[in-house]
């Protein structure tokens, strides 16, 4: 009786993606391919040390004689490292804010992440990654003032050679995995955080990367240093035009914790999904990692995730010290074709140490979406604490959701408690919105909302409005 | 303003209403009663366009217009409300917030100003306090936790905050205790209206003796066998329904 007409389904079906724009800058790329003439070549454009060169020389030696993951929930041909460009940057490279090339800084107004001095009335810092180099970074002299250090990765390792020395590599090794070793090999910026000690960083520092180019490999390279009682809130955002053909996107994110310190990472990633046939959109294989070095540390993991074709991301916290934390907040959205293979891996070494683990799955279309989470308790870690909660929820019935809860224990003290649940949109919870006289799509983006309402809550506030909204898009044609 | 004319409907292929004709004027209570499987929730449910009932037979309109040509949410912001027996939860969506956007949504279609949350918040404690609600329901999640008897008072609240021109109760008093009865009869008497119309659904006489209907109907096996005042509930609470089908052939008869 209600049935939808086949006309509106389709059209309900056509999902819009707000950033898939493209913006036409003139653009200074390397050829496509990769072998060490390449890795010489791309740290000679960016000025690099000698020892930066080195490094990058024996990720590569590395990443030559490794396999490339076989064991994820995920379908994938096989990537073709030699028709990638490893570098991309706008020809005309900005000294400061004022000399940016105007295009670029609509492109980013379109995004609603204004770059111009007037607009940064928000509190946030922020560094935007194009392609493959950082473009601008605002409110750097501000943060000077405290010793904060916020800068692109090029710049820290020109600049800052002996924190980057020290730390880069720290948290996950080179050989760590397949597109760890990748990304240590040819990565091209990213974001450089410095705090310290005892300094909370007087506003959230924000990253946004975006793909312009096309045939272009984005790997950046992020690195959160935070001293002994700093703080720090940092949030990444991620945005890539709509082309036919796949991108590659692997990252590597590093967070050192100190004494007492408090690293809070919040993503919103919307990377181009592919279109409603699975064509096209970014493999962003991720690998992100925190170690709570220092006792009574504390880190925080928050993500919304609704775009990528492919997304493999294990975001995790090494908790060394004693008494210190870790948090992972999440939610995935897959629609359409998308795939998904996300969680977290939550380490305990030290003694008391804690972590918690939230993860929401929404799975519409024809996507698979796999939560994979590790928790392992150390010989030492005396009275580790651990608490999975992970739910997912389903619209329509081709689309699949699984769980992989994984548990090592090796010390008897531990308690590691898991809680899971799977659920569908109800009908009856559709019509009774309905009956209300709320409409069926807005019924849907309530109901997914009320359900990611505890990672939602941890998001700091544009953040949380933004990644509704994003939900509100991504569910878009989800009934039918 | 309810017109409902030799209406059959069936769900998963098995005819449940066999041609039922009603009428229900504004300012009139109508009970309707009968035994189980007759057809009185399906009524409610076809009523609300409940997805999976299918109508093969018949018409209703609505102030005139097809009823059955809209969606639930067209005959929600025209005026049509169903109180569920079984109200849904749902985890994580705030009470007051589903609300607003129920009332703003049902504004909007009707081509009516959206209510703004200071506007919108007066409202709710001003009906908060008509009907004796707890406050502290209003922050929790949509019926989430909520007793049986907050869940039915939950839906009269919500019935109260939206003023239909219309209000199905589907079976608001099973599973309540008598206090509760006496809580939820008492806030749907204080909606009663001349220009608001009820079809009061349900098994037992004991909810009519604190909603006094105007009409009192018998449903049987998909129609309507008989219609009284009300004192027609008060013989079939006293002879059974058994009573009603033994006297159905005799009036065919007459």
């Known amino acids: 009786m209600m049935a939808t007409q086949p006309d509106e389904l389709q059209a309900a079906l056509s999902r819009r993606y707000d950033a898939g724009f493209v913006t036409d800058i003139e653009a200074f790329s390397l050829p496509p391919g990769l072998d060490e003439d390449t890795i010489h070549a791309l740290s000679a454009l960016k000025e690099e040390p000698e020892w930066m060169t080195d490094w990058r020389l024996q990720a590569y030696r590395r990443w030559l004689k490794m396999a490339p993951p076989a064991w994820a929930h995920l379908k994938l041909a096989p990537i073709d490292f030699q028709a990638i460009s490893y570098y991309s940057a706008p020809k005309n490279r900005p000294k400061s804010l004022d000399e940016v090339d105007p295009k670029l800084l609509e492109a980013y107004d379109k995004l609603g992440v204004p770059l111009h001095e007037r607009a940064r009335l928000a509190g946030v810092a922020v560094d935007a990654v194009f392609d493959s180099v950082s473009v601008a970074n605002t409110a750097r002299d501000q943060l000077a003032k405290v010793g904060v250090i916020f800068c692109s990765m090029s710049e820290a390792i020109r600049e800052h050679g002996d924190l980057v020395r020290e730390y880069l590599g720290s948290v996950v090794p080179q050989g760590d995995n397949y597109f760890a070793a990748l990304n240590s090999a040819v990565f091209s910026d990213g974001s450089f955080v410095f705090i310290p000690e005892g300094v909370r960083c007087p506003m959230e520092l924000s990253t946004y990367f975006r793909i312009n180019a096309g045939h272009t490999g984005q790997f950046e390279r992020t690195l959160i240093i935070a001293e002994a009682g700093s703080m720090v809130s940092y949030l990444e955002g991620c945005t890539a035009p709509m082309r036919d053909d796949n991108q590659l996107h692997a990252a590597v994110v590093e967070l050192v914790a100190l004494e007492r310190a408090n690293i809070k990472y919040s993503t919103v990633q919307n990377w181009y999904p592919g279109d409603e046939n699975g064509k096209g959109g970014i493999y962003n294989f991720v690998t992100k990692r925190g170690e709570c070095r220092g006792d009574d540390s504390r880190i925080s993991w928050t993500q919304v995730e609704t775009g990528s074709a492919i997304t493999w991301k294990y975001p995790s916290c090494v908790l060394r010290g004693d008494r210190s934390v870790g948090e992972f907040h999440s939610v995935a959205l897959t629609h359409h074709h998308q795939q998904a293979d996300t969680g977290t891996k939550m380490v305990h070494i030290g003694r008391d140490t804690k972590s918690k683990i939230v993860s929401k799955g929404i799975s519409a279309g024809r996507s698979q979406n796999s939560y994979r989470g590790l928790v392992k308790v150390g010989k030492d870690a005396v009275n580790a604490r651990n608490h999975t909660r992970c739910d997912s929820i389903l619209i329509g019935k081709q689309c699949g959701s699984h769980t992989f809860p994984y548990v090592e224990v090796k010390n008897p003290t531990a308690i590691v408690e898991h809680e899971a649940s799977t659920s569908k949109i109800s009908d009856d919870q559709l019509f009774y919105c309905r009956s209300r006289g709320i409409g069926e799509e807005d019924a849907v983006s309530m109901i997914v909302d009320g359900f990611c309402k505890q990672v939602f809550r941890e998001l700091p506030m544009e953040f949380a409005v933004e990644a509704k909204k994003l939900l509100e898009v991504s569910l878009e044609g989800a009934i039918g | ?254």
Do not use: C
Request: charged share 25%; no cysteine.
């Open chain 2, 1 to 254: 303003m309810l017109k409902i004319e030799n209406l059959h409907a069936r769900i998963g292929g098995k005819e449940i209403l066999k041609g039922l004709s009603l009428q229900v004027k504004a300012g009139e209570v109508h009970a309707i009663m009968g035994p189980n499987g007759a057809g009185k929730s399906t009524l409610g449910n076809v009523l609300a366009g409940r997805p999976g009932y299918e109508v093969t037979e018949g018409t209703v309109t609505f102030d005139g217009a097809n009823l059955l040509g809209m969606e639930p949410e067209a005959r929600a912001a025209a005026g049509v409300f169903l109180a569920f027996q079984y109200p849904v939860e749902i985890p994580g969506v705030n009470n007051t917030y589903f609300l607003r956007a129920a009332l703003n949504a049902q504004r909007k279609a009707r081509g009516e100003a959206e209510l703004d949350s200071v506007e919108f918040l007066k409202l709710v404690r001003a009906k908060v306090k008509d009907m004796g609600m707890t406050p502290e329901l209003l922050n929790r999640a949509v019926n989430e936790g909520f007793s049986g008897g907050e869940k039915k008072r939950n839906e009269v609240f919500q019935m109260a905050l939206l003023e239909p021109r219309l209000a199905i109760l589907d079976e608001t008093d099973s599973g309540l205790d008598i206090d509760a009865l006496k809580q939820v009869a008492a806030g749907v008497n204080a909606l009663r209206s001349p220009d608001r119309g009820f079809l009061v659904i349900t098994h037992y006489q004991r909810l009519l003796d604190y909603i006094v209907p105007d009409f009192v109907h018998v449903l049987a096996d998909g129609t309507i066998v008989e219609s009284g005042d009300a004192r027609l509930a008060r013989e079939l609470e006293a002879h059974g329904y058994a009573w009603v089908r033994e006297r159905r052939p005799a009036e065919a008869d007459a």
